[in-house]
């Protein structure tokens, strides 16, 4: 009977068990054996048994950098025997240096060359099933040798009908039900092991993985990545006049979820040049050009290119730069655009005091800490790095530093803050990798009074009453009919019988019109407000002078006072 009931219960965790018994085996092999027993895992399918043990990681005998390299080193021979979605897995926990030891990231980042590519007539038939015609019908020519691979699309070469050179994107089969599969697979394994292990449980494992599934199922979608070209595109052109920063023309009339088809661009990607002498003073000027354009669709457009390595960075034939890899968007609301724009002010003018507290307003936290002391700790960590040039400032060490105050005060950022620090980082290791003198802070200086003196404009704070207005007004409607409901609710249950609550209607009504003067008085004062501003420029020598739309904002405030006064009671 214990039997069934275990069959039973892992069939409603885990689908498809023998993946399971794939993946343990794996990771059994590779020195992880001790603690799948220790969790219990080796249980979980009736009759399993580990395969022969390889020896087993003792962080007593090596120092901790040697302990977490190996077992990086024996995390990322795992990954590589599982496959992409676990490579790809492996690619996003190189990424989170705020988590994670240096050795274990080291070993982790040589994933990113590891997947294996597809044969050809597979890529085919997905190509011909999304075009719903022959391949010949719509490419003159395609090169079967894949010139990228990756977790989730295979890219090749090919040129269409009329002649244009494009590249063409296209889906691993199966590979979104592979991903699920492992995802639930893996989650179930952290949570057995975040059970019985302090340090993985600390690590918040469970969490990244969960981010990892929620990244990865826009970028399992090419329609989402072409949306995302287009868009970043329109946003670069609306700024970039002298057409520095190229970005690919997408062709949607031959792209679909599974196959994407981008104009090609021909250069030389960033990681396979070592020096400024072999960019030249032109190229050299171009890309400044661009990383402030980068910086400025992070600061002003919230909608960023948040995968910016070497490899997706070109430097074009014809002298341009060129972007690519549009599944990884980072995307910040207004509030959060600002709270960032504050931050990046406050760390540019060593304005620690309001540093922390923009912390304290995007940060996760269950009790206040003592500011005062974090203050201090923050200004320790972050001083010595602020204001020096890209050859003089580690800035994985910067963020690593910020993120381990952070964190001692039990203060966490979401995931997508870290993918701005991230998306800064990989700017610092593009010119890091060529001997480029690239002072982010001094590029982000530029556009930073810019927008904080568009934040602090007329029309910035006429927007914002306006739709203090608008909450006010929807309060308005809302809170009395909602209190109706309650009330309602719980006349049905007869509370007000059993209570002998008397005259309950008469004192519905007083509160509905306690709350409509309350808000008929915040709405009259938010459009007195809004007359002052308009005013507030103009040199007013007599009534003439006064602008027309403050004499409008004050008539509605004059009748809605009005509306107070002549109030019937009820």
């Given at each position: ?90 690619q996003l926990l190189a990424t989170r240096e705020d988590i994670f030891e240096p050795g274990l990231i080291k070993e982790l ?462």
């Amino acid at each position: 009977m214990d039997l069934i009931k275990t069959g039973i219960g892992i069939s409603k965790t885990i689908k498809n068990v023998s993946r399971f018994r794939e993946i343990l085996t794996v990771f059994s092999r590779h020195g992880f054996s001790e603690l799948i027993v220790k969790s219990g895992l080796d249980k979980v399918i009736p009759g399993f048994v580990l395969p022969a043990r390889v020896s087993e990681l003792k962080e007593g005998d090596l120092s901790r950098e040697e302990w977490w390299q190996l077992f990086g080193e024996q995390l990322r021979l795992s990954f590589e025997d599982l496959g992409p979605s676990f490579i790809k897995l492996g690619q996003l926990l190189a990424t989170r240096e705020d988590i994670f030891e240096p050795g274990l990231i080291k070993e982790l980042k040589l994933l990113q060359n590891r997947v294996k590519g597809i044969p050809f007539d597979v890529a085919k038939q997905v190509i011909e099933s999304s075009l719903g015609k022959k391949m010949e019908e719509v490419f003159s020519s395609v090169d079967e040798n894949a010139i990228g691979t990756a977790s989730i699309g295979v890219v090749y070469k090919a040129q269409l009908k009329d002649g244009k050179k494009v590249v063409v994107k296209v889906k691993r089969p199966n590979i979104a039900r592979t991903i699920t599969t492992d995802f639930e697979i893996l989650l179930f394994i952290i949570e057995q092991l975040e059970k019985v292990s302090g340090e993985i449980r600390f690590l918040g494992m469970s969490k990244v993985v969960r981010d990892f599934y929620k990244s990865t199922q826009n970028e399992l979608n090419f329609q989402v990545e072409a949306q995302n070209c287009e868009r970043l595109k329109r946003n670069l052109e609306s700024i970039d006049k002298e057409g520095f920063l190229v970005v690919p023309s997408v062709y949607k009339e031959f792209s679909s979820n599974d196959v994407l088809v981008l104009e090609f661009l021909d250069g030389k990607p960033f990681n396979e040049f070592h020096s400024l002498d072999q960019l030249g003073p032109q190229t050299v000027e171009r890309l400044l050009r661009s990383v402030e354009l980068f910086t400025h669709t992070l600061l002003a457009d919230g909608f960023f290119h948040a995968d910016l390595h070497g490899g997706n960075f070109f430097v074009l034939n014809d002298g341009k730069i060129g972007i690519i890899d549009f599944g990884l968007m980072g995307t910040l609301s207004k509030k959060q655009r600002a709270n960032l724009i504050a931050i990046m002010y406050s760390l540019i003018t060593h304005d620690y005091d309001n540093l922390v507290y923009e912390f304290l307003e995007v940060a996760e936290y269950e009790k206040i800490p003592d500011h005062e002391e974090l203050i201090r700790d923050i200004k320790d960590a972050i001083s010595p790095f602020v204001g020096l040039s890209v050859k003089e400032t580690n800035m994985s060490e910067l963020v690593r530093n910020l993120i381990r105050t952070l964190s001692k005060h039990e203060l966490y950022l979401p995931r997508e803050w870290f993918i701005i620090f991230r998306a800064l980082i990989t700017l610092d290791g593009v010119g890091k990798s060529i001997g480029l003198d690239l002072n982010i802070f001094q590029i982000l200086d530029k556009d930073l009074d810019k927008l904080v003196r568009k934040m602090l404009s007329k029309e910035h704070a006429q927007e914002e009453l306006m739709w203090v207005a608008k909450d006010v007004i929807t309060s308005l409607r809302t809170v009395p009919k909602h209190l109706r409901w309650f009330l309602k609710e719980t006349s049905k249950n007869n509370y007000a019988i059993e209570l002998k609550i008397k005259e309950i209607d008469r004192l519905s009504k007083s509160i509905n019109r306690s709350f409509y003067l309350l808000g008929l008085s915040l709405l009259a004062s938010v459009f007195i407000l809004c007359g002052t501003i308009f005013v507030k420029d103009v040199l007013v020598t007599s009534l003439y002078d006064v602008p027309l739309l403050s004499w409008i904002f004050w008539a509605f405030a004059a009748y809605l006072l009005v509306r107070l006064t002549t109030l019937r009671k009820y």
